[in-house]
């Protein structure tokens, strides 16, 4: 393909251009001082508090390379699947920091984190509890269990991503919490450890978040009243990104989050507060990366047809989710285009009336904010090939 001059200044800084050149596209990008960067900015913050300790949530990107990096940063790990737990393990997250959530955990996923001995089973019935006792006594082994409650919040974000309300598949309803609890209390093979919430993904007000700490408050307190105590609260992920500002906020407001919990989140003496923190981690670090393939002049739109497609990032198509869009190979004027990929679906689009530096076959474009849910969830749809992912030390 046509290999036009680069303009100067373009991209630098943030791209290497010269070297995507080389690579077949699409492919994902993950910048790794960015990476480690807001890997620090989680531990400076979380170090201010006594007790805070923070899980990566997996299935936002599970890409080996990726992983090694925020093992490295001592940070735990929440699986939600027995391929999770496997993975983490492989990349050397230790078993006594991953946390195993999911709505239907089946019997080998159970063992095998029975065998591992892992931090925590967060449990969302009592049929689950029942099956974890039974396994874990096969196994002469005790599972630490928490209850994911389902505080009935709803987060202020989209419809497809909130999981805290009570019209959503999740957790235990609140009202069934001490139930729970006492039928734990009677099974000899698993020990009743903590409480776990989710509420959401891609939350960014603050208030949300608040919501759940003042529920939790009360939570503790009803359950004090029964002289129960737990030895630490899971209270999910979901800290939002600046989908519209990567450049501007690459690095989201961990500062506010934190202080939020701190703030408003009553710990009794000796409790531990875990995070699992998913999008907030990766999702600023990656880039798709495509290449121009046509430009198609509709009748009264341009169609920039890319080579990536939903199989490589379905966020657009599935949750209308927005990406910046980037020509990171021109300077030259911005039009408007309908950015889409090759797929035959009509919902194979990516950006309707964007504006880009005019663009040429060709040109790399960026899609950007795509660290997390975009190469994990890629698929060989139209029997494609799995986009590749390359961080700064490959290329
Ligand atoms: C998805 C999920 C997370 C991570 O969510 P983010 O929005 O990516 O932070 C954390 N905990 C549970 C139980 C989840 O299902």
Not at 62 to 68: D, R, T
Not at 107 to 116: A, F, K, R, T, V
Not at 245 to 256: A, E, G, L, Q, T
Not at 308 to 318: E, V
Request: proline share 4%.
């Amino acid at each position: 393909m046509n290999q036009r001059p680069l303009p100067k200044g373009k991209g630098k800084g943030i791209f290497p251009i010269e070297k995507f050149r080389k690579i077949e596209t699409p492919f994902y990008y993950y910048d790794t001082q960015l990476l480690r960067d807001t890997l620090r900015a989680i531990n400076t913050e979380v170090g201010k508090h006594e007790g805070f300790c923070v899980h990566y949530a997996i299935k936002a990107n599970a890409n080996p390379k990726v992983l090694n990096i925020i093992c490295q940063a001592g940070l735990g790990a929440d699986c939600v699947s027995g391929g999770e737990i496997r993975a983490c393990i492989s990349a050397g997250f230790p078993a006594r920091k991953i946390v195993y959530a999911g709505v239907g955990k089946s019997d080998w996923e159970i063992n095998l984190g029975l065998d591992n001995d892992i931090f925590c089973f967060n449990v969302e019935s009592i049929p689950e509890l029942e099956v974890i006792n039974e396994l874990a006594s096969a196994k002469g082994k005790i599972a630490r269990v928490a209850f994911r409650l389902n505080p009935n919040i709803g987060a202020h974000t989209h419809a497809n991503i909130t999981t805290g309300l009570a019209e959503n598949k999740f957790g235990i309803a609140m009202r069934d919490m001490e139930t729970v609890i006492s039928k734990a209390d009677k099974l000899t093979n698993v020990k009743f450890v903590g409480l776990h919430f989710h509420i959401g993904s891609q939350i960014l007000d603050m208030g949300d978040f608040e919501a759940l700490c003042n529920r939790v408050n009360d939570l503790q307190n009803q359950l004090e009243s029964h002289h129960i105590h737990v030895e630490h609260i899971n209270v999910g992920g979901g800290l939002g990104v600046d989908y519209e500002h990567p450049n501007r906020v690459p690095i989201p407001d961990f500062k506010s989050y934190f202080d939020t919990y701190a703030r408003k989140l009553k710990l009794r003496h000796g409790q531990t507060l875990h995070f699992e923190l998913g999008r907030a981690v990766v999702a600023q670090c990656g880039s798709l990366i495509t290449r121009t393939l046509y430009i198609k002049e509709g009748s009264y739109k341009k169609f920039a047809i890319v080579d990536a497609g939903f199989p490589d990032l379905i966020r657009p198509a599935l949750y209308q989710a927005y990406h910046k869009i980037e020509n990171i190979s021109s300077d030259e004027p911005f039009e408007a285009y309908d950015v889409v990929g090759p797929i035959c679906e009509s919902t194979d689009v990516f950006a309707k009336h964007i504006d880009i530096n005019r663009t040429h076959r060709g040109d790399l474009i960026a899609l950007r904010s795509a660290g997390a849910y975009g190469e994990i969830m890629a698929s060989g749809y139209n029997c494609r090939q799995l986009p590749k992912g390359y961080i700064t030390e490959d290329l």
